[in-house]
């Protein structure tokens, strides 16, 4: 599969279970993105990593942590979740307007399809 | 920081009909506003955009309007079909610096046949 790639694409956890979600993508993007989709809050921004760098967090809990070890990874790891984050996780990427003269399209994966038991 | 409004947020209409989505944001800086498809248990993707130099862009049976004085936006889709329906979100953005698009909470738009 080309574009934007996630694994796994469904999780089961316990709340005392630690897992991690991976993104990767292929269209030589510089900056990549975390969402949370649910039916109370269709696309909701979690994380932005642009050109490595974690640019914004929008005061998501602790028991989530983004990493991006390069433009073309990134990764949520998950620890003690609650039952309401039970949700659909979506990573997207997009160029980094301050690198380039186009506007940020953004570009998603097809998600994981996290359940929290 | 941005806010973007979408009505309504569901939206039925028999196949054939045309369909209007509109969406309102706050920040007068915005400059780029993208719509995004997404079909059940797929990934939302990228369907048309305009940019805030142009008040009206087409491509088909969609077309999207930008009133910048009033600061909103809407999507019109013409001659519906049953593989219209999906939930279709709007969003804003700067489209410089490292802001992220700011999106609305989506319309679901059932094309009845």
């Known amino acids: 599969e080309t574009g934007v790639t996630q694994t796994p694409r469904h999780l089961v956890m316990g709340m005392t279970n630690k897992k991690s979600l991976k993104c990767e993508q292929h269209l030589g993007h510089n900056a990549m993105y975390w969402y949370k989709q649910s039916a109370k809050k269709p696309l909701e921004l979690m994380f932005v990593?642009?050109?490595?760098?974690?640019?914004e967090n929008n005061s998501v809990p602790s028991r989530f942590s983004p990493e991006c070890p390069n433009s073309s990874h990134l990764f949520l790891h998950l620890h003690t979740l609650q039952p309401e984050d039970s949700a659909l996780y979506l990573c997207?990427?997009?160029?980094?307007?301050?690198?380039?003269?186009?506007?940020?399209?953004?570009?998603f994966g097809p998600g994981t399809r996290l359940t929290v038991l | 920081g941005e806010n973007v409004e979408q009505h309504p947020s569901t939206l039925s209409v028999q196949e054939g009909d045309s369909a209007v989505i509109k969406c309102t944001y706050s920040?007068?800086?915005?400059?780029?506003f993208p719509w995004y498809k997404q079909e059940l248990g797929k990934r939302p993707q990228l369907i048309i955009d305009i940019r805030s130099n142009v008040g009206e862009k087409k491509d088909q049976r969609i077309a999207v309007t930008l009133n910048k004085t009033a600061k909103h936006f809407s999507l019109h889709i013409t001659e519906t079909q049953p593989e219209d329906s999906a939930v279709y979100f709007c969003a804003a953005s700067k489209g410089s610096g490292n802001t992220p698009l700011v999106f609305g909470k989506g319309t679901r738009l059932s094309v009845i046949a």
């Open positions: 920040d007068s800086a915005s400059n780029y």
């Open positions: 997207a990427s997009s160029q980094d307007p301050r690198a380039s003269s186009s506007y940020n399209e953004q570009f």
């Open positions: 990593y642009s050109l490595e760098e974690r640019v």
